[in-house]
């Protein structure tokens, strides 16, 4: 199974040239490597020195690169679409509506982008991707994603079927939904199969982003004072969205006690100025991505202890709030909103405690 | 009216820097300025001395600012969306879900900002608001969005009205809509009360942007290839979004006839490097913001020529794409849709001719 790689940090600084260093380092160890960009702009065709297109060319031994087009995508994506209407629905009603003239929305990059990026790492042809987005919170969003999905579908679920309307609704809709769907539909419930289809596949990309052999994020910092602060800023945040930070590195500059401090307990990797095409020195001043499993993991849950333990290092214990207003147990830090769905023997228990120590926010139930 | 400016670049060209010494200069001239970030990092709190807030708080005369943070605001906006629901719902289905539990998905931070501005510029409050978002192409898939929404809206609507399905179902649905909706419902369209107040909403937020004494970018470079690179490609992608693009700024250098012809017809104007806490040079050196309105405007539509002018800088003739998939003509280009909605008496119209000119794309019918 490949290794997915991404790198945070402040704009400016220098992400898009690690993440190209990572993406050589990777081909160099005789791993196969895609280089996945989602940057549009002449900007990362001319570090890689050669326009990006749509479909993966090679560049070097090992080493191929693709730019994922949203408009392109979307064409693509939208055949898939109209496959699954056509699953569900008795008489489809998107086959007149082309690929060719949707619009992009916001969100529909990080959505496209996603179902790249599960392609790609499923097609068997790759030991490591590198994935430069846009790493910055964006990025999380997207990483968190599946998560997020996957609450408001059990959420607003659970919301219609317990509703006075939907009981009252749902007898009458009995005969329409028999016309509609191709399906077998009781109108008791609203979870039906594509619900299941959906929840299913929700969870598998949840276990993926979740475990840092598959994916792992490393944070891009110089020596400014912004960049290191925005640097642990996005190393909690990636931490709240589910993505486990393997590293930090440090772009053209040198590694002091300092910087260590700060990202302490993870590792810190310096790397130099590039000079010209010679990217060797960057390339061998990375670290060994591997390591990214000794990072300490976003959550885990301890049911003998009746013990949820989230790792959200860079915040403070005024920074990270916990609500219980809904069934679940929400944690909101970084701008990012996280339900916990607890295993059965905890499911539906209240918060007993709660406590904030070295960067870990402990919940008791 | 208050003007909304933004400001577009790469990564590390110093957006927000220029972003900030506008909002200075506009303030030093009387206006009511509010600075609007979306960076939930301390980068930008450092930049202006202060940690930002949720609410716009006063750093000097005439100057507010403020940060959106997404968690806050979708608390504030499922408020609205609730009454929303309880117009048209006989039985709200929103009431036992909390704002505090929502998760934030892809493309929400754009949908919350884009609120969170047409609040702030409908509140007579402000003479200028500075809004610094990414930046990049999420804020232009922002700038596009009312008219990416307005146009899904227009085509499903069709779609479904349309459809076999539609006819199947919409007299069965009968009892069903008249025992969910609090107004009437015919059955025989698709088009309600809400839909139309959804339209209006979106047309008058597409003339605010198509408006340059409304809301204009500028396009922030430096002097390196990659920045003017990117800088010129961001420019006709902004105008592909509906956006129109005032000028040119060189942050940190000075203007060469190079960048002022890459740039031109506009006017580009270069601001030096900012030296401690002194903002007076920048603000100084940086355009009268009022001229926007002077730049070549994204589209006009000419009835009697029956002809539609798009300008569409930076982009060559194999970058454009136009199609006639659908029921109206598409425009690609900067990795973006637009659907043109002719008015009524090209409307239907057949493309007869299209010619790429200096920058404009001229399209006959």
Redesign the interface.
Same mark, same amino acid.
């Given at each position: 199974m490949p290794q997915i790689l991404t790198f945070l940090g402040?704009?400016?600084?220098g992400r898009t040239t690690v993440a190209i260093a990572a993406a050589k380092q990777q081909a160099n160890l005789g791993r196969r490597v895609l280089f996945v960009s989602q940057d549009?702009?002449?900007?990362t065709g $001319?570090?890689l020195g050669v326009p990006l297109t749509d479909k993966p060319q090679s560049i070097g031994a090992n080493l191929e690169v693709v730019l994922i087009?949203?408009?392109v995508a979307i064409e693509r994506g939208w055949e898939e679409v109209k496959q699954i209407e056509s699953r569900y629905?008795? *008489?489809p009603?998107?086959r007149?509506?082309?690929g /060719?003239?949707?619009? $992009?929305?916001?969100?529909?990059? =990080?959505?496209i982008a996603l179902n790249a990026l599960r392609q790609y790492d499923a097609s068997g042809k790759y030991d490591t991707i590198v994935y430069d987005g846009?790493g910055?919170?964006?990025t999380l969003?997207?990483a968190?994603?599946a998560? =997020?999905?996957s609450?408001?579908l059990r959420?607003?679920v659970a919301?219609?079927e317990? *509703?006075? %309307?939907w009981r009252?609704?749902a007898p $009458?809709?009995q005969?329409?939904m028999a016309?509609?769907l191709t399906i077998a539909w009781t109108g008791e419930t609203a979870v039906s199969a594509p619900m299941q289809e959906a929840n299913n596949f929700l969870s598998k990309s949840q276990d993926a982003i979740g475990n840092p052999q598959r994916v792992a994020g490393y944070i891009v910092v110089t020596d400014e004072?912004?960049?290191i602060?925005?640097g642990k800023? %996005?190393w909690g =945040?990636a931490q709240q969205s589910g993505l486990t930070i393997g590293g930090a590195i440090v772009n053209r500059g040198t590694l002091t006690d300092i910087l260590a401090a700060e990202f302490d307990p993870l590792g810190v990797s310096a790397i130099p100025n590039r000079i010209g095409d010679d990217w060797q020195p960057l390339t061998d001043a990375l670290p060994d991505f591997s390591q990214a499993v000794t990072a300490p993991k976003p959550i885990t849950i301890d049911v003998p202890k009746r013990e949820v333990r989230l790792y959200l290092p860079g915040f403070d214990k005024t920074q990270v709030k916990l609500?219980q207003?809904?069934p679940?147990v929400?944690i909101?830090a970084?701008? /990012?909103?996280?339900?916990i769905l607890l295993p059965p023997p905890l499911k539906g228990s209240s918060v007993t405690g709660a406590k904030f120590q070295n960067g870990f926010l402990i919940i008791s139930f």
């Amino acid at each position: 199974m490949p290794q997915i790689l991404t790198f945070l940090g402040k704009g400016g600084s220098g992400r898009t040239t690690v993440a190209i260093a990572a993406a050589k380092q990777q081909a160099n160890l005789g791993r196969r490597v895609l280089f996945v960009s989602q940057d549009p702009t002449p900007a990362t065709g $001319i570090l890689l020195g050669v326009p990006l297109t749509d479909k993966p060319q090679s560049i070097g031994a090992n080493l191929e690169v693709v730019l994922i087009s949203a408009t392109v995508a979307i064409e693509r994506g939208w055949e898939e679409v109209k496959q699954i209407e056509s699953r569900y629905l008795r *008489s489809p009603l998107l086959r007149n509506v082309y690929g /060719q003239e949707l619009a $992009i929305l916001p969100g529909m990059d =990080s959505a496209i982008a996603l179902n790249a990026l599960r392609q790609y790492d499923a097609s068997g042809k790759y030991d490591t991707i590198v994935y430069d987005g846009t790493g910055d919170l964006t990025t999380l969003r997207m990483a968190g994603m599946a998560d =997020s999905l996957s609450w408001y579908l059990r959420r607003f679920v659970a919301v219609v079927e317990e *509703s006075d %309307l939907w009981r009252t609704v749902a007898p $009458i809709m009995q005969p329409a939904m028999a016309a509609m769907l191709t399906i077998a539909w009781t109108g008791e419930t609203a979870v039906s199969a594509p619900m299941q289809e959906a929840n299913n596949f929700l969870s598998k990309s949840q276990d993926a982003i979740g475990n840092p052999q598959r994916v792992a994020g490393y944070i891009v910092v110089t020596d400014e004072p912004a960049a290191i602060a925005t640097g642990k800023y %996005l190393w909690g =945040s990636a931490q709240q969205s589910g993505l486990t930070i393997g590293g930090a590195i440090v772009n053209r500059g040198t590694l002091t006690d300092i910087l260590a401090a700060e990202f302490d307990p993870l590792g810190v990797s310096a790397i130099p100025n590039r000079i010209g095409d010679d990217w060797q020195p960057l390339t061998d001043a990375l670290p060994d991505f591997s390591q990214a499993v000794t990072a300490p993991k976003p959550i885990t849950i301890d049911v003998p202890k009746r013990e949820v333990r989230l790792y959200l290092p860079g915040f403070d214990k005024t920074q990270v709030k916990l609500t219980q207003s809904g069934p679940e147990v929400t944690i909101e830090a970084g701008d /990012q909103r996280r339900n916990i769905l607890l295993p059965p023997p905890l499911k539906g228990s209240s918060v007993t405690g709660a406590k904030f120590q070295n960067g870990f926010l402990i919940i008791s139930f």
